[in-house]
């Protein structure tokens, strides 16, 4: 009898404790789907993985916080913009270089002295269209920090207290990572003036992000800097001014600068070696250089629609539309015109933004 007993107790302590595992595998389960940063976290691992090899430093340890902002870490291999790049600008790319990239990529020579400190903020404003966003993307590409592209979405949380948080992640993980830059786009839109009518949680964000960015505890030293663009600077908080001693405007292009975005965006592809890019942009006055690469880019199609047309019309069989193609695929003979000089059927064919498009037919046909 005793045997039995002792049997059947440890038969029911058995199944006791596999009842206990199962019920802990099943709670852990489901606390893992109901972790809101759990895919988050996956990406951020991947993350840092790859920013470890691109370093070669060992893989950093992070806070739950500190992985949601890792997601938005940009990796420069994958960005295909470069000061060559962009046209015009080019007293403001050399400043950038001075100021933000030369630092980063050569603390050695501002190492002495307080007055050669790494530059804490600098501000890129401006009309929209302009090149801000591309002169960042050539920053990050260039200088070889690790660049964070900071998502205002990324920062809001339903949960009490977890935006200031995540604001602090973004300093923490950029002191890990150092030398890094932090960039806001539509700096506005998150860091503008306070005011009595905001919620208590973007005040209170907004807060966080300036102790940390210039206060009390911040470290002097670190190579961490912070980017902003606007097209909108009066909208700024002062005291986020204060912290951006370093502002650049970039503006609507002059007849020159515009000759040089002329020149980069056609670059490699088919034109007229006679192409006059100065007339073309002196007759694109306060066009931006996105004005001008969607006109370039409307441009283009030209030649694909008549080759359309005509083969519509019957006038091309499709052997002699495939031949011609590829020499008029990437074709661009266009002049530009004053919108007052084009015949009235091309005017129905031109949307009104691109006002100044006329065809050279004969080259075409």
């Known amino acids: 009898m005793g045997g039995s007993s002792e049997t059947k107790l440890m038969q029911d302590l058995l199944l006791y404790a596999a009842s206990a595992a199962l019920s802990c595998l099943v709670l852990f389960a489901g606390l893992r789907h109901l972790d809101p940063n759990r895919e988050s976290s996956k990406k951020a691992l991947e993350h840092k993985k790859e920013i470890a090899k691109r370093l070669g430093r060992p893989l950093i340890q992070t806070n739950p916080y500190e992985d949601v902002i890792a997601c938005d870490i940009i990796n420069p291999d994958h960005i295909d913009v470069e000061f060559n790049s962009i046209g015009g600008l080019e007293t403001i790319k050399q400043a950038l270089f001075e100021l933000v990239i030369l630092p980063l990529k050569r603390p050695d020579l501002f190492s002495h002295g307080k007055l050669l400190g790494p530059q804490k903020g600098v501000l890129l ?69 306070r005011r009595t009518t905001d919620h208590e949680a973007l005040l209170n964000m907004k807060t966080e992000f300036m102790a940390l960015w210039d206060g009390f505890t911040t470290d002097q030293n670190a190579q961490v800097m912070v980017l902003a663009a606007t097209n909108r600077p009066s909208e700024l908080d002062e005291a986020i001014l204060r912290r951006l001693p370093q502002a650049f405007e970039i503006g609507v292009p002059d007849q020159r600068e515009r000759t040089e975005i002329l020149k980069v965006v056609l670059k490699g592809e088919r034109v007229e070696d006679n192409i006059d890019f100065g ?25 694909i629609r008549e080759l359309l047309d005509e083969e519509k019309k019957g006038k091309r069989s499709p052997v002699s539309i495939f031949k011609s193609f590829s020499s008029i695929f990437f074709c661009l003979n266009f002049f530009i015109f004053p919108i007052t000089m084009l015949p009235t059927a091309e005017l129905t064919r031109i949307p009104y933004q691109f006002q100044f498009l006329l065809t050279r037919k004969e080259q075409i046909n």
């Open 125 to 193: 404003y401006g009309p929209p269209g302009t090149g801000k966003t591309m002169l960042a993307k050539a920053i990050a590409k260039e200088s070889g920090a690790v660049f964070i592209n900071v998502r205002i979405s990324n920062l809001m949380s339903k949960w009490f207290g977890d935006a200031q948080k995540l604001v602090a992640a973004v300093f923490s993980l950029a002191y890990k990572l150092q030398p890094a830059i932090i960039f806001i786009d539509e700096v506005d839109s998150f860091l503008g003036q």
């Open 279 to 303: 007339h073309i942009a002196g007759l694109c006055e306060g066009y931006t250089g996105s004005d001008l690469f969607d006109l370039c880019k409307k441009a283009a199609y030209f030649p």
